[in-house]
């Protein structure tokens, strides 16, 4: 019965088009107040725990109070994030074998474990190639290899990237397993005490500068009741050149082997070479907030569809000489009022919604996705109750394009809800041209996809402003300009509100295709529902 009401639903989006009420339109002035109010040096760059982060979390639910919408978490417009900060002296050195390196020039590393001190004793150093354990792919980089204790040597992406064979893993497009956040967590599974993840800017999708900014300064985490004794000593980073002095002290050609290691049937290859490093730290337990509220539907008001964007930048970090202030406006000042914008827009119309609306603004998006992550674990309504989710990771702000990017192509029946509220504007769907970055695992929908849920990510980080990443994104001089254009904002926001509408006045619960990593966990969510 469901998949007839899905096919009749299809079937009638067909032919309908998707435009918004003609009564209800972008405000680029409201939309500026509150991208340029998030922005601004007042709220201290929006730092997790902060007092950046009280004046966040206040204006957000002031704004969303004003706008009539009514709490989202049980209640309350707060759900409280339980985490720590942990910032690390920066003058570790790593030693392995008769070599040493440098952090920042050579070397990043930091831990997730609540201790003052953490420490690899001549852990011994073995290469395990992607790092990878995929019985689907038939990739098995790990073998039989005990590595329990032994500090990790791996390569950044996937098989598929370095091979460029649409054959291997998703070719050109990363998957999951080429997360660094995967690689971190194989590990941990084996028992590894330290991760190195060789740097290449390709294959990572960004440069060293940003994995050095990101890895120093005070970073968060969820902890558990064991103060997190089971995560890595060491999660780090090297540059190439590092990799290479390593490989080349034991007579081993390091690009000879990371070509190897794109073969299926590679093995593990231990350097000979032990480990050591030692790195005092800061801890901190505290709090922080993600802002939920909700504009309740009609008919069908326990099925909801989510808008969400992540609040967070990364606040003030000393020892920046000059402006120290990360005011995070295109990442993600610009998403967070695209959201409160369409919250607007929303609240505006004559007719709510059949369908509830659930607005959620994250916290440390910045440092792994936290609070997206503590809202799977703990959401306000079940998982099986959330129909789908649009993202706002970032917005277009150099002026209107002919297009709106696609990120994840082809996991998802929403594409095509996609494709056809752009068409309705007269714009096309522009593939992802850089796949091999993995954006579609990067940003906070992710953290519900892996609980089942089908989302789209709206992200425009330099690709209508190819300077940004080159010169702004993650770093102080990501600040609100008077020179925006706001076009291409207002076109975003109403195919993003459209989307929402249609959506919302529909019976249709849109899906994962065959061969997406998240199908079968949503299947046996509806399924236990009864949906």
């Known amino acids: 019965m469901r998949v007839f009401v899905i096919f009749m639903a299809m079937l009638m989006l067909s ?62 417009f707060i759900q409280t994030v339980p985490m720590a900060s ?92 080429g997360r660094w956040t995967y690689k971190y967590e194989e590990a941990i599974r084996r028992g590894a005490s330290g991760v190195f993840i060789v740097h290449e800017t390709g294959a990572a999708g960004y440069p060293w500068s940003v994995v050095e900014s990101g890895a120093t300064g005070t970073k968060y985490m969820l902890v558990d009741e064991s103060g997190n004794a089971d995560e890595l000593e060491a999660m780090g980073w090297m540059q190439t050149h590092t990799a290479e002095k390593i490989f080349a002290s034991q007579d081993l050609d390091f690009q000879q082997l990371k070509a190897d290691a794109a073969n299926p049937g590679f093995k593990p290859v231990s350097l000979g070479v032990n480990a050591n490093l030692r790195t005092i730290h800061w801890n901190k337990m505290g709090e922080s907030h993600n802002v939920v509220g909700v504009l309740p539907g009609t008919s069908q008001k326990d099925e909801y569809v989510l808008l969400t964007a992540h609040w967070d930048a990364f606040g003030k970090k000393v020892g920046v000489k000059g402006d120290n202030i990360f005011n995070g406006a295109v990442d993600n000042a610009s998403g967070v009022a695209g959201v409160l914008e369409l919250a607007r827009m929303l609240s505006e119309r004559d007719k709510p919604l059949k369908r509830s609306v659930l607005l959620a603004f994250f916290t440390a998006e910045e440092t792994g996705l936290l609070g997206a992550f503590a809202f799977a674990q703990h959401p306000p309504v079940p998982t099986h109750q959330m129909v789908g989710l649009f993202n706002i990771d970032s917005m277009n702000l150099a002026g209107a394009t002919d297009y709106v990017l696609k990120y994840g192509d082809g996991l998802q029946e929403l594409e095509s809800w996609l494709q056809q509220a752009a068409a309705a504007q007269g714009r096309r769907v522009k593939p992802d041209s850089n796949p091999q970055n993995g954006l579609f695992f990067r940003s906070d929908h992710f953290a519900l996809a892996q609980q089942g849920v089908p989302g789209l990510l709206f992200m425009d980080l330099g690709d209508s402003d190819p300077d940004y990443i080159a010169n702004r994104y993650h770093k102080p001089a990501d600040e609100y300009l008077e020179s925006w254009q706001y076009s291409g904002v207002k076109n975003d926001l109403h195919l993003i509100y459209s989307l929402v509408e249609k959506l919302g006045n529909s019976d249709a619960w849109p899906g994962w295709k065959e061969g997406a990593e998240f199908k079968q966990i949503r299947d046996a969510d509806l399924s236990q529902s009864g949906e």
């Open 86 to 177: 942990i910032a690390a002296s920066q003058d570790m050195q790593l030693k392995i074998g008769d070599l040493s390196f440098e952090p920042g020039t050579d070397f990043v590393s930091r831990t997730q474990k609540m201790t003052k001190r953490t420490e690899l004793n001549d852990s011994e150093v073995i290469f395990v190639g992607y790092g990878i354990d995929a019985p689907e792919y038939g990739w098995h980089d790990y073998a039989d290899m005990d590595v329990k204790g032994k500090t990790l040597i791996m390569l950044v992406n996937d098989p598929g990237y370095a091979t460029q064979d649409e054959s291997v893993f998703r070719g050109n497009a990363m998957t999951y397993y």
């Open 15 to 76: 032919g309908a088009a998707f435009a918004a009420d003609k009564a209800v339109s972008f405000s680029q002035q409201s939309y500026k107040n509150y991208v340029k109010t998030l922005a601004s040096d007042e709220f201290e760059g929006r730092g997790p725990m902060t007092q950046g982060e009280e004046k966040t979390i206040s204006y957000l639910v002031e704004e969303l109070k004003k706008l009539g919408v009514q709490p989202g978490y049980h209640g309350d």
